[in-house]
């Protein structure tokens, strides 16, 4: 869906696409999402921190909009925020995670300049997950640091993909 006519952020804002797609520099960008083991991972990540949201003093969410920058919108497949910053329709600051789940489509540089763009906002917690091959990456410092366990640090916050994943195959197996 990537359009070359420009739109502007007022209007992106107020208007719904299905599925929601990005906003960078006045064009629309698509977002892989829609297939089954892109879902179940998603899902499986929001219900991971939902069972830990009041020990962590944490909240998840998916596909939240946003504001990296000016003139860009992004939205991270899953992120999570202290229960410290104020709710945002449209985020303007920093949440604590910001995790992408790859899809089949997605390409190495279209996920660092995602991830670029969250480094750069302030999101010190940037991480992706593949459904296919059950690996994790920290990208919180810039570089693809491959993880079993994904953690924030000095604090109890985590995301244990060996867990996740036994979870998703035992659920999948029924």
């Not at 000016?70 to 995790?99: G, H, N, Y």
């Not at 997950?129 to 640091?145: Q, Y």
């Amino acid at each position: 869906m990537a359009t070359t006519a420009l739109i502007s952020l007022e209007t992106y804002l107020t208007t719904s696409y299905e599925p929601d797609c990005d906003y960078v520099d006045g064009v629309l960008e698509d977002r892989n999402v829609g297939d089954y083991d892109h879902n179940m991972v998603q899902r499986a990540i929001l219900i991971w921190f939902y069972l830990h949201e009041k020990a962590w003093r944490i909240r998840a969410i998916q596909e939240q909009r946003t504001k990296v920058a000016s003139t860009r919108v992004r939205i991270p497949d899953v992120c999570v925020f202290s229960r410290d910053v104020s709710v945002e329709q449209v985020f303007t600051k920093p949440q604590l995670i910001a995790i992408e789940v790859l899809s089949p489509e997605d390409r190495h540089l279209r996920i660092e300049a995602r991830m670029s763009n969250f480094r750069d906002f302030g999101v010190p917690n940037l991480w992706v997950v593949d459904p296919e091959t059950h690996l994790g990456w920290d990208l919180s410092d810039g570089n693809w640091v491959r993880k079993e366990r994904l953690e924030v640090a000095n604090s109890p916050i985590y995301l244990s993909l060996t867990e996740l994943f036994a979870k998703i195959d035992e659920d999948n197996a029924d």
